[in-house]
């Protein structure tokens, strides 16, 4: 059952709620948040109905239906758990391939211990690349594969590892490791980030939250038509200090890949 959220944050009329043990987070209005927190308070589909009726004065069948609803949508857990493999121990002999790419002028090196490993990260910033020998890193990420791991290192010490069918939990960590960089921040600065496409006029921005493949491309491919500014293709990360939103440069992952 659905845990009490471990943040629960107001944004303008809006809430965002994040759960830790599933990962999940929602942006809900004053009413909804609500029904999540008799749902959290009241496990019991029963209790949950009665509680629903007598506070919000609403039916006990529009109570099942909140209920059913909230249900499924914590239902599925989308968390991916960390591997449990042993640690790989940093050996630079897997290094196999090696790209410098530059970001906002500051140059950051990437390792890959073999092809495919490769192309899980650089098609997406190919044209980041330096051809300047005197580019020096202020970054190195590392890339290996071993024991059907995927093992992420920063500096040469490891950040995390994966699963090799959980690739795409390794991109995403890139882009957060890589926002860090581009920003000067670090994991901790950040309130979240959001899987969604983002426009601005410059006054307001829209968010179009939705799974791969639903148009939210399309739809930013149209917004920006129709003249408004990209802000985010794919990955837009919140900055819990001034509460704004930052970008990530072309750094979106589409491809699926399979060792």
């Known amino acids: 059952m659905l845990k009490a959220p471990s943040l629960s944050k107001q944004m303008k009329e809006q809430q965002l709620l994040w759960f830790s043990s599933s990962n999940s987070y929602v942006i809900v209005d004053e009413h909804i948040n609500e029904l999540i927190n008799l749902f959290v308070t009241n496990t019991e589909k029963s209790s949950f109905i009665s ?113 090799a069918k959980n690739y795409h939990v390794l991109q995403g960590n890139f882009c957060m490791q890589l926002l860090c960089v581009l920003h000067g921040k670090t994991e901790d600065d950040w309130l979240g980030t959001i899987h969604a496409s983002t426009v601005t006029n410059d006054k307001e921005a829209i968010l179009v939250i939705g799974k791969s493949g639903r148009g939210k491309s399309t739809f930013t491919a149209h917004a920006m038509a129709a003249g408004m500014n990209l802000v985010a293709d794919d990955f837009l990360a919140y900055f819990s200090q001034k509460q704004t939103g930052l970008y990530i440069p072309s750094c979106y992952f589409y491809q699926i890949w399979r060792l």
């Open 51 to 163: 509680a629903a009726s007598e506070t919000i004065g609403v039916t006990d069948s529009q109570s099942e239906i909140f209920y059913d609803e909230i249900n499924q949508l914590f239902s599925t857990n989308t968390f991916e758990n960390k591997n449990t493999s042993e640690d790989l121990p940093f050996d630079a002999s897997f290094r196999a391939y090696s790209e410098t790419y530059i970001v906002n002028g500051a140059a950051l090196q990437v390792n890959y211990s073999h092809k495919r490993v490769k192309e899980i990260l650089h098609p997406q910033i190919a044209h980041l690349v330096s051809e300047k020998s005197n580019n020096v890193p202020q970054t190195i990420f590392d890339i290996f594969y071993a024991n059907n791991t995927l093992y992420f290192y920063k500096n040469t010490v490891l950040i995390d590892s994966y699963e």
